[in-house]
């Protein structure tokens, strides 16, 4: 099994694939999209990589952060999701993210995952709640009042205040994480004042 591969990108190939040489070998290695626009030819680089293998394919699967992939491997060991759509959320969702939707039960926020409806985004978040456990959160966000469980915390609130999905998400994009839990609320709930008045 191969599980890291340090080496210099020889091309990208589209959408997200690229070749990578390790000592005379090349390898091709299955990317994010936000990894495949880092990873320019010739510089050297340090994936993560989950060796995927089945009855008819290999295929290998390269991450920058270790993060990435345990988060990876996590989505794809869920009923239903494979390599493909694992990618195609952490295109989307960074797994501090992720993190966050799942510890909320965002439905909306993982709907924005090409491919993910509704229905599909509530059955992967109570499966990803029984995957993510406790101690993977604090690995993922580094414990204590991290931005993400900061942001979890505001949306709580935003929510029992009565406010609708799309309005917190879009409003807690607006006022970014930076801060504690009591300012960055004040400043959602003053920016959601403005807009409703």
């Known amino acids: ?31 994010t999209p936000p990894t495949f626009a880092e990873l320019e030819p010739t510089t050297t680089v340090y994936l993560h990589v989950h060796h995927h293998i089945r009855e008819d394919a290999q295929t290998l699967f390269g991450f920058l952060t ?17 390599p493909s759509l694992a990618l195609s959320i952490l295109a989307v969702h960074s797994p501090h993210s992720l993190v966050d939707v799942v510890a909320t039960s965002d439905v909306a926020a993982l709907t924005l995952v090409p491919g993910v409806g509704k229905k599909t ?16 959160l604090d690995d993922v966000t580094g414990g204590g009042s991290s931005p993400a469980s900061i942001v979890g915390s505001v949306r709580e609130a935003l ?10 998400r879009d409003v807690l994009r607006d006022v970014g994480s930076a801060g504690d839990a009591e300012s960055l609320l004040r400043d959602a709930l003053t920016t959601l004042g403005a807009r409703r008045a």
């Open 1 to 31: 099994m191969i599980g890291a591969l340090r080496g210099c990108v020889v091309e990208r190939r589209h959408p997200s694939t690229v070749l990578l040489e390790v000592g005379g070998v090349g390898y091709l290695c299955a990317v």
């Open 66 to 82: 270790r993060d990435e992939k345990d988060t990876f491997e996590q989505l794809i060991s869920v009923h239903g999701v494979g």
């Open 121 to 136: 985004a509530e059955r992967l978040l109570v499966e990803l709640k029984n995957k993510i456990t406790s101690s993977t």
């Open 159 to 168: 929510i029992g205040l009565g406010y609708g999905t799309d309005e917190i």
